[in-house]
């Protein structure tokens, strides 16, 4: 029994001895198979480009290579000679990681552990979308633990890199927007500053028009006042000069010297060629006799000289304001003396133009008196 347990024990250190010998040299081998694909990876990037391989449907086949893109239910192989496989996984999918010792078995996991960097081999068929349904997945423990600590260390610079692209796509959105708004802004000041102009150009446009307006308005106003003064001032009239003709006492006979009074008084009238004139013809009488009997003397001496101006000097009727006869009344002198009493036997004509047809600004009331002889 003794002899028996020896040489179990000796056949056991002897395994063992085998099994660290062969741990210690792996890898070594790892290394170089290593090495040797990074070295033939960098020359065919160098020399070759990237191929997606399509597979017919039904078509069995085994791939080697590196996983380089991973997605929920598939992922890409790149095999050696660059060409790439669309790996697609099912509940089905047999995937195992192989483990390396003579008492250690391979483990059955699951496809959470497929990484990108993960040398791995598959076996299985095409199918109609020319990807590679995996049956079988086989990957190397080592290769494992070397492709999650580069998917730990390639993730973070990944994430980085898109969270910067993303800063640096916003940055230059917000200045696209930026320059859009200046560029806006340019546009809205250049049409604010047309509008400002035209603006201007319309105010003065409307001060001139609002000034020519008010000289309008004041002209319409003063023209409007004036036609007003003119209309309420049409039954009104200005005396511009009074002409006295005397008569004999008792008489209303028209002496020569009282006819050459009236010729020189019509000639004038014409030659001065008045617009809207009259005259009011006036008689008189001294306080000699009754007032009846003066009031009808100075009557007929008022028609005595109406009918020469019609009659010898050709004068219009509708100049000439119906006569009247005050007597004795409205003396220009007294008569207690006999020179008084001739200078009240009279006739006077005054001469008037309407204020609202011929404005004579400051004319003054003129009087001729006629001195006749042979009086007494």
Do not use: C
Request: charged share 25%.
């Amino acid at each position: 029994m003794k002899v028996n347990t020896t040489r179990i024990e000796v056949t056991v250190m002897a395994v063992a001895l085998v099994v660290l010998v062969a741990l210690a040299i792996a890898p070594a081998f790892w290394g170089n198979a290593f090495g040797q694909e990074g070295r033939t990876t960098t020359e065919e990037n160098a020399s070759n480009t990237s191929t997606n391989k399509t597979i017919d449907a039904g078509q069995q086949l085994s791939i080697e290579g590196i996983v380089i893109k991973r997605d929920e239910k598939e992922f890409t192989v790149r095999a050696k000679d660059r060409s790439e496989t669309v790996v697609v996984v099912t509940y089905k999918t047999e995937i195992k990681t192989v483990r390396k010792g003579l008492f250690r078995r391979d483990r059955a996991t699951t496809a959470s552990e497929i990484v990108r960097g993960l040398r791995l081999s598959v076996e299985g068929k095409g199918n109609s979308e020319g990807k590679l349904v995996a049956r079988i997945v086989r990957f190397d423990e080592q290769d494992l633990r070397t492709a999650q600590s580069l998917e730990s260390r390639v993730e973070p610079v990944e994430v980085l890199a898109t969270a910067t692209q993303a800063q640096a796509n916003t940055t230059q959105a917000l200045a696209e927007a930026n320059r859009q708004r200046i560029v806006t802004v340019e546009e809205n000041a250049q049409v604010l500053s047309g509008q400002v102009d035209e603006l201007s150009n319309v105010a003065i446009a409307a001060r001139v028009s609002a000034t020519k307006a008010q000289a309008a308005a004041e002209k319409a106003e003063a023209d409007a006042n004036s036609a007003n003064d003119r209309i309420s001032a049409l039954d009104d009239y200005d005396v511009l000069r009074t002409v006295t003709v005397q008569f004999k006492s008792g008489s209303a006979a028209l002496s020569a010297a009282a006819k050459a009074t009236l010729d020189e008084t019509s000639e004038s009238i014409q030659n001065e060629k008045l617009r809207g004139w009259v005259l009011a013809i006036v008689g008189y009488a001294d306080s000699t006799g009754n007032t009846a009997r003066n009031r009808s003397l100075s009557q007929r001496r008022a028609d005595a000289v109406i009918n020469y101006l019609v009659t010898k000097r050709d004068l219009p009727m509708r100049r000439l304001v119906q006569p009247f006869g005050y007597g004795s009344s409205h003396p220009v002198a007294g008569n207690e003396t006999r020179a008084g009493r001739a200078q009240n036997r009279r006739a006077e004509i005054r001469i008037m133009v309407n204020k609202g047809i011929v404005s004579r600004a400051g004319s003054t009331e003129r009087t001729a008196v006629v001195n006749l002889t042979n009086v007494f």
